[in-house]
C-alpha cells in the first residue's frame, strides 16, 4: 500500500551526479532531475523518488493587456460600432479601422479582427 504522501518527509535531494543518485541516473538518463529519500512519520521507512523530465516546450509569452492593437470591424455595424467606442476604441481614419486595447478587444471577442499595421 503506498504511503500518504503528506505524511512522509524529505531526508535528502540528490542531484544526478552524486553519490547516491548514480545508479538511477544510469537507469532514467538525462531525464532524472533529482532523486529524493523520504522517511514515513514514524520514521520505519524510507522512500526514495525520482524526479523526471517528462517534456520541454516554449513558454509562449502573454501579451500585455494594455497593448494597443488596430482592429477591423464592419463599417456598417453600429452596434459593434457603439461597443468600440464605449471600450473606449479611437478611430483612425488612415487606416480605416478601431485601435483598442488587448483587453478590451478580448473582452468583445474582436481578436480574430486584429489586423497588422505598418
Same mark, same amino acid.
Given at each position: 500500500?503506498?504511503?500518504?504522501? /503528506?505524511?512522509?518527509? *524529505?531526508?535528502?535531494?540528490l542531484s544526478p551526479q552524486?553519490?547516491?543518485? &548514480? ?5 532514467? %538518463? $538525462? =531525464?532524472? #532531475?533529482? *532523486?529524493?529519500? +523520504?522517511?514515513?512519520? @514514524? %520514521?520505519?521507512? &524510507?522512500? !526514495?523518488? #525520482? @524526479?523526471l523530465l517528462v517534456e520541454?516546450?516554449?513558454?509562449? +509569452? $502573454?501579451?500585455?493587456? /494594455?497593448?494597443?492593437?488596430? *482592429? +477591423?470591424?464592419?463599417?456598417?455595424? !453600429? @452596434?459593434? $460600432? $457603439?461597443r468600440i467606442i464605449a =471600450?473606449? %476604441?479611437?478611430? /483612425? +481614419? ?6 483598442? !486595447? &488587448?483587453? =478590451? =478587444? &478580448? ?7 486584429? *489586423?497588422?499595421?505598418?
Open positions: 500500500m503506498p504511503p500518504a504522501w /503528506d505524511r512522509t518527509f *524529505v531526508i535528502k535531494k552524486q553519490p547516491g543518485a &548514480r545508479k538511477l541516473a544510469l537507469r532514467y %538518463g $538525462r =531525464a532524472l #532531475v533529482c *532523486v529524493r529519500h +523520504r522517511h514515513d512519520a @514514524e %520514521g520505519r521507512m &524510507r522512500y !526514495t523518488t #525520482v @524526479e520541454q516546450t516554449p513558454i509562449q +509569452r $502573454r501579451q500585455p493587456d /494594455d497593448q494597443l492593437l488596430c *482592429v +477591423r470591424a464592419d463599417p456598417n455595424d !453600429t @452596434e459593434s $460600432r $457603439r =471600450a473606449g %476604441g479611437q478611430w /483612425d +481614419r488612415e487606416i480605416y479601422a478601431w485601435w483598442l !486595447t &488587448r483587453a =478590451a =478587444a &478580448r473582452r468583445l471577442r474582436l481578436l480574430s479582427r486584429v *489586423v497588422a499595421v505598418g
